[in-house]
C-alpha cells in the first residue's frame, strides 16, 4: 500500500519523523485511489463499521493529544501519564511503549496541522465518536489538575474543525468545568427552561450520549462514552432535586 511505501522513504530520508509524514501523505493517497481494485480504498476506515482497525487511528489520535498537550506551552507529566495508560490499557505494554516512543516523536520534531487532522477524521468517523474524541481530550486537560484557559481555546479550536456544534462543546466542557448551572450546560437548556423543557432536554441528551449509539473498539472512546452518559445522568438529578420534579 501506498502508505507503507511513503513511511519507508521518509524514514531513510528523515528518520522516524519521516516515516509519520510519509505515512499521512500515503495514507490520503490510498485513500483517494485505492490499491488496485478499481475503487477508493478507505485507509482510515469508517467508525461506524465492526472491523475498524486502531492502527489506522492512532496517529491521529496522538497528534491531537500532542496538541492539546502543547496548548500550554508546557508539557504536563500528568498529561504524558494520561495519554500512556490509556495506551497501555488499549494496546498492552509492549505496543504502548513503541506507540508512545512515535508520540515523543511527534512532540519534539513535527508541526502539526489541527485543522488537517480534524478534517481527515470527520470524513471518516460519526458525529457521537468525535464528541468522545472532545472528551477525551478534555480527559487529558484535566489530568493535571487544571484545565488552562489556552486548552480550553485550543480543545474549541479541534472541536470547530471536526464540527461539533457549539452547545455540544459547552456541554462537554460543563463535565469538566465546574460552573453554577452546570446542570443546565450539560443538558443544554438555560435555567429558564421549564420543568417538561427539562425532561425533553433530559431525553434528548440521553439518547445522544448513550454509549450503545458509539460503534467503536476504542477503550477510551467506550469510557468517555460511558463517562459523560452519567454526567448528563447526574446533571438531571442534580435539576430534579432542586427543583422537586418527580
Not at 52 to 58: G, K, M, N, T
Not at 75 to 86: F, G, L, P
Request: aromatic letters at 10%; glycine letters at 6%.
Amino acid at each position: 500500500m501506498i502508505k507503507w511505501v511513503g513511511a519507508l522513504i521518509g524514514f531513510f530520508i528523515r528518520g522516524l519523523a519521516g516515516a509519520i509524514l510519509g505515512f499521512f501523505a500515503g495514507s490520503v493517497l490510498d485513500s483517494m485511489f485505492g490499491s488496485g481494485t478499481g475503487q477508493a480504498q478507505t485507509v482510515f476506515k469508517d467508525f461506524t463499521r465492526p472491523n475498524v482497525s486502531p492502527a489506522d487511528f492512532e496517529l491521529n489520535l496522538l497528534s491531537l493529544c500532542s496538541i492539546v498537550i502543547k496548548a500550554d506551552g508546557q508539557i504536563s507529566r500528568q498529561e504524558m501519564d494520561y495519554v500512556r495508560q490509556y495506551f497501555v490499557v488499549t494496546y498492552g505494554k509492549d505496543k504502548a511503549n513503541a506507540i508512545f516512543r512515535t508520540f515523543n516523536e511527534i512532540n519534539k520534531k513535527r508541526e502539526i496541522s489541527a485543522q488537517r487532522i480534524c478534517s481527515f477524521l470527520t470524513q471518516r468517523t460519526r458525529y457521537e465518536v468525535r464528541l468522545q474524541l472532545l472528551h477525551f481530550l478534555f480527559g487529558i486537560a484535566q489530568a493535571d489538575g487544571n484545565v488552562s484557559a489556552p486548552e480550553i481555546n485550543k480543545i474549541q479550536e479541534i472541536a470547530g474543525y471536526l464540527r461539533v456544534s457549539l452547545n455540544d462543546f459547552e456541554s462537554i466542557k460543563a463535565m469538566f468545568i465546574k460552573s453554577a448551572d452546570n446542570a443546565y450546560k450539560i443538558l443544554e437548556i438555560d435555567k429558564s427552561a421549564t420543568n417538561d423543557e427539562v425532561k425533553k432536554a433530559y431525553r434528548s441528551m440521553a439518547k445522544k450520549y448513550h454509549p450503545d449509539r458509539v460503534n467503536t473498539q476504542d477503550a477510551a472512546i467506550k469510557k468517555g462514552a460511558e463517562e459523560k452518559f452519567k454526567q448528563v445522568q447526574l446533571a438531571y438529578e442534580t435539576i430534579q432535586k432542586e427543583r422537586g420534579i418527580n
